[in-house]
């Protein structure tokens, strides 16, 4: 292979531990817990829809550490969004919820960072929500931890604060679509390969934040995810 110029580094996620996790895709459900598609119109039944951020719009963040972000260009109302990450490890296509476990290599806390504004007039034209959702560092996430040290995540609580004002917060047991059922519908229309990332979706209180605002991000048995809005 001769490259007319030098590739881009490989996206990468730090392990909790030590390690590196290389990112191949960044997939996203929509609206997967029922408060949070009631505050932005809907019902909470809707069947499980997805769109995707590119790779390296990952900000990531070490433990112990305080990751930044820019304010991002053209939007007035950039929005937090509290995730559970879920990384593939084993690959595959149509995978049944019952063997889902399998494939999922670690977890991670995440922000689906969205600018709201920009997502609002797409959707309302009808058009991707790509300028919304998959801008650059809209993607932060602390260290994943092998679910060989977590088990299973199935409950927990998931919360986020703005300079210590606690603005979201649920239960991992609150997803409509389990973690299992999202790999099952997720490998159906793609081909899930090792170094995917999936997050999952965010509980209710989604709010703006400006230059300045430092969020704190937990989820039970994951740690804490802190990232300043520079
Ligand atoms: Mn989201």
């Known amino acids: 292979m001769s490259y007319v110029f030098t590739p881009p580094a490989i996206a990468s996620v730090p ?22 598609a009631v505050e932005m119109g809907f019902t909470g039944r809707e069947p499980p829809f997805f769109f995707l951020k590119p790779a390296d719009a990952v ?10 972000i820019p304010y ?6 950039f929005h937090h969004e509290i995730e559970l990450v ?39 034209q009808g ?37 210590g004002e606690v603005r979201q917060k649920g239960d991992l047991s609150e997803l409509i679509w389990s973690v299992n059922e999202t790999i099952e519908q997720l490998s159906a229309a793609w081909e899930l390969r090792p170094g995917d990332l999936i997050y999952t979706g965010t509980p209710a209180g989604v709010s ?20 300043a809005v520079a």
Not at 59 to 68: F, I, K
Not at 72 to 77: A, G, R, S
Not at 150 to 159: C, M, Q, W
Not at 208 to 227: C, F, S
């Open 15 to 36: 392990v909790a531990g030590g390690g590196d996790f290389p990112v191949h895709r960044i997939y996203c459900v929509g609206r997967n817990y029922a408060d949070h």
């Open 59 to 68: 900000v990531p963040v070490a433990e112990g550490e305080t990751g930044s």
């Open 72 to 77: 991002p260009t053209l939007t007035k109302n």
């Open 86 to 124: 879920v990384a593939i490890g084993t690959g595959g296509r149509h995978i049944a919820a019952a063997d889902a476990l399998q494939h999922i290599w670690g977890y991670a806390v995440g922000l689906d960072m969205t600018r709201r504004d920009l997502q609002n007039e797409m959707k309302k």
């Open 127 to 163: 058009r991707p929500w790509c300028i919304g959702k998959a801008f650059d560092h809209s993607a932060p996430i602390g260290p994943l931890v092998p679910r060989a040290r977590t088990g299973e995540l199935l409950t927990g609580a998931i919360t986020l604060a703005v300079n």
């Open 208 to 227: 703006a934040v400006k230059a300045g605002d430092v969020m704190e991000g937990t989820i039970a048995g994951l740690g804490t995810l802190r990232v």
